[in-house]
């Protein structure tokens, strides 16, 4: 599909700025009209006089049947097949009247609006229906195609869209949830069907056609911004416990006055509700993560209790072993418990890994460097936590296993994520592997609690070589690659 900028190359970034913004605000004219919106811009020769039209945007109504199938974006026209938009360009002023068209529908009744940015006509907007298919309309829906009117004056005149637009989210009201027009005064002169409801749901039952909102315990600050401000304004009220309505006020404005306001409103209470129970189930399950973390310290507070207790080195040192694990564990917990996400940032486990490591493992006698580079970006918690404990077991074995001897060395710990899969590389340049080392077949605790977790918890792959030193001090490369949700499980590799 082409973009505004291909098919209009000619226009200035100022009046590019204002058609993007006419597209990005032009859906409630397409509910207000009953009808499809499209954006003509000059194509070929010159901007005075187009040899053709190129529709550059096109939107279709919520409130009625579109009578376009396809998209229309991108098609060009002659002057002679839309001779009202050819009319509403040269001549600068509305046009109504119809066309043949040469689909399924015999008729399209079509209204042509030149779009005025700084005082020059530099695209048309049509508002095309079939008259054929629509039913009479009602008070309701002409008071709607004059207020459609009002805003495609506003827009001939150069005052729409605004210079600035305000915030829309997904919560932002649409012409269905409820509309009001207001006069000059800020009096209610039409409230749509929905809106009155909007208001009877938080507990305003009175009629409020003729009067200001405020009389009848509606906030208006966002309509007295509007009128001050000549520009749109978005306010959420909650009407104490009765509930909550989003109001977005456009303000009306005719030869250089506010003559009124269109008032979009959507009652949001049921939205709010929910967002109420999900900020208190993440409270919930960061107090739970905050207990968990908690019971497990005092887990390895029992334990290092234990192994003081213990008269035999071996089990001393089996003690000390599951204490880390299990503070490997409670660091997961503790970064879930200061976040409500279930995503947490490895990097920031590693770094606290490291920490533990360094406080209970090295020593003046045996000083052993770290260094973390890379990031692996946030992971699942239940990826995360087995990683930890991997990863714990790769700093023990360094430390068991890597400097039997002063002095000690450095340690890297590289972390990737290229989107598919995160590896994570411990590098040492200690004593390296013993001959004929294949971890597949190692039968020590921390080699099988990493090989179990790698392939069972996560389904990745893990790898021990030798590094690229020179004896005795040959080092050892340590890569654990986990796939990410979607991809394919990896086999477990041999060593080199």
Request: proline share 6%; net charge negative.
């Amino acid at each position: 599909m082409a973009s505004l900028e291909e098919l209009a190359p000619g226009l200035a970034k100022s009046r590019l700025n204002h058609l993007q913004r006419l597209m990005r605000t032009w859906a409630p004219l397409a509910d207000i009209s009953f009808a499809d919106l499209l954006l003509y811009v000059p194509a070929g020769h010159t901007a005075e006089v187009p040899a053709s039209y190129a529709i550059a945007g096109q939107i279709r109504p919520t409130t009625a049947r579109s009578i376009h199938r396809n998209n229309l974006v991108g098609a060009v026209f002659t002057p002679e097949q839309r001779p009202l938009v050819d009319v509403a360009y040269r001549e600068g002023r509305i046009t109504d009247g119809g066309r043949i068209s040469h689909t399924d529908q015999p008729r399209i009744r079509t209204l042509t609006v030149p779009v005025n940015c700084h005082g020059e006509v530099v695209a048309v907007m049509a508002r095309e229906f079939d008259p054929d298919t629509q039913r009479n309309p009602g008070e309701l829906e002409m008071s709607y195609f004059k207020l459609f009117r009002r805003l495609a004056a506003m827009i001939a005149e150069g005052e729409y869209p605004f210079p600035v637009d305000d915030i829309e989210t997904e919560e932002s009201p649409r012409v269905g949830d409820g509309l009001m027009l207001l006069d000059a005064s800020g009096r209610v002169q039409l409230i749509s069907p929905n809106a009155a409801s909007a208001l009877h749901r938080i507990g305003l039952h009175s009629d409020v056609e003729g009067r200001r909102l405020v009389d009848v315990g509606l906030e208006q600050r966002a309509i007295r911004a509007a009128f001050a401000s000549r520009l749109p304004q978005t306010e959420e009220i909650q009407h104490g416990d009765r509930g909550t309505v989003v109001l977005r006020c456009l303000p009306l404005i005719g030869r250089g006055e506010v003559t009124g306001a269109l008032v979009l409103m959507r009652d949001i209470s049921e939205l709010r509700r929910r967002d109420r129970l999900l900020m208190s189930k993440d409270a919930t399950i960061a107090e739970i993560h905050h207990r968990v973390k908690n019971n497990l310290q005092t887990v390895s507070s029992l334990l290092r209790l234990q192994g003081r207790r213990a008269i035999a080195a071996e089990a001393r040192d089996a003690i000390e072993e599951s204490v880390r694990r299990i503070r490997a564990i409670a660091i997961v917990h503790e970064i879930l418990s200061r976040d409500a996400s279930s995503d947490v940032p490895f990097v920031e486990i590693v770094r606290s890994l490291v920490r533990m490591v360094e406080e209970g493992l090295t020593g003046p006698d045996r000083p052993v460097e770290f260094k973390v580079s890379g990031d692996a970006g946030e992971l699942a918690a239940d990826v995360a936590t087995p990683l930890a404990v991997v990863l714990n077991e790769c700093l023990q074995n360094v430390m068991d296993h890597a400097y039997p001897e002063p002095p000690g060395g450095q340690v890297r710990i590289e972390l990737d994520n290229d989107g598919d899969q995160v590896k994570v590389r411990v590098t040492d340049d200690g004593v390296g592997l013993p001959p004929g080392f294949d971890v597949d077949s190692a039968d020590g605790l921390g080699i099988a609690i990493v090989r179990n977790l790698v392939s069972a918890d996560l389904r990745g792959s893990i790898t021990m070589s030798n590094g690229e030193g020179d004896p005795p001090r040959r080092g050892t490369v340590v890569e654990v690659a986990i796939p990410l949700l979607g991809a394919a499980p990896r086999q477990s590799a041999k060593p080199r």
